[in-house]
């Protein structure tokens, strides 16, 4: 079997075990293997002097609902940490927080997924991107989702285009994380005495992490750390979240880390009347189900 000796190992992993499956007759599970194949970029090419990799970066991707996009979430973990972003808009953001990421890796292997609602070509993003073409009007939370099933790290790391890394970001987050009473961390925490007011707190301890980067580990993720797919406006779907998961009995934790925080492009191009009547019906679906849960903030818990 030749291989194209610029794909990345995964691609040429599955390739391999393609094969075995061929050679085993097993057709249903090459027939799978190749489309897994085929979503991290390259094609196979069966031929009569064995079978190839061609990358397939030329043909548009199909953009496709959020739901049909396959979970890997039940196979082991094969990075260390996934870093997950969703496009709406401005994917130049998203290109330049992918790529300080890139600086501090550090020797990890990091998995990049974005989930782009838009018809921006995959490879503004850089190399070895996993990118899911998904069609137009998904809601915010749908696509995080998608993002989050292809999750092969140890960690998944959810992001917004505005923050750049300046640092050693994952160590402090894979520390905070090794607590298993811990089941979101990150930079920016908010908390609140009435449910109703949210403001911001240095923690160690919060009420909720800010969706602009909240850390989960992978099984915990594959639990409860999924976003309520009413939330197709991305705010007050972070609260939510970390209160089921302080309900599931986790907490949620600000981890200082090294990174910048720039302009959020879909809050400051939202128009104040709309992003006020967005931002009141996602609150009200959090109050939906959190409306008197008043035992699970973390004032009324220190003692």
């Not at 396959?70 to 290109?95: Q, R």
Request: aromatic share 8%; glycine share 6%; proline share 6%.
């Amino acid at each position: 079997m030749s291989n194209h000796e610029d794909a990345p190992q995964e691609v040429r992993d599955l390739a391999e075990e393609r094969a075995r499956a061929r050679a085993e007759r097993d057709f249903a599970r090459a027939d799978a293997l190749r489309d897994r194949i085929a979503e991290l970029g390259y094609r196979v090419v069966d031929g009569p002097e064995g079978t190839a990799l061609e990358p397939a970066q030329a043909e548009a991707p199909r953009r496709r609902p959020a739901r049909e996009v396959p979970s890997v979430l039940a196979e082991p973990a094969t990075a260390d940490v996934s870093l997950h972003w969703v496009v709406e808009g401005w994917p130049e953001d998203v290109a330049r927080a992918v790529a300080s990421f890139r600086r501090v890796e550090d020797g990890r292997d990091v998995q990049y997924v974005v989930a782009d609602a838009t018809e921006t070509d995959p490879a503004a993003y850089g190399e070895d991107v996993e990118v899911i073409a998904l069609e137009d009007g998904t809601g915010w939370a749908a696509a995080s989702n998608a993002g989050l099933r292809r999750s092969r790290g140890r960690v998944a790391v959810a992001l917004d285009g505005s923050v750049e890394a300046t640092g050693d970001v994952f160590g402090p987050l894979e520390a905070a994380l090794g607590d298993p009473t811990v089941g979101v961390c990150g930079p920016f925490g908010i908390s609140t005495e009435d449910l109703r007011d949210f403001h911001e707190s240095p923690g160690p301890e919060v009420d909720a992490v800010e969706g602009y980067l909240m850390a989960f580990r992978r099984e915990v993720l594959a639990e409860t750390a999924t976003f309520d797919e009413r939330f197709r406006w991305y705010r007050i779907a972070d609260i939510e979240l970390c209160f089921r998961l302080k309900d599931a009995g986790y907490r949620a934790l600000v981890v200082d880390l090294p990174v910048t925080r720039h302009e959020h492009r879909m809050w400051n191009t939202t128009p104040p009347e709309e992003r006020e009547r967005l931002s009141k019906r996602n609150f009200n679906t959090f109050l939906e189900r959190f409306r008197g849960r008043s035992d699970l903030l973390v004032a009324n818990r220190r003692t």
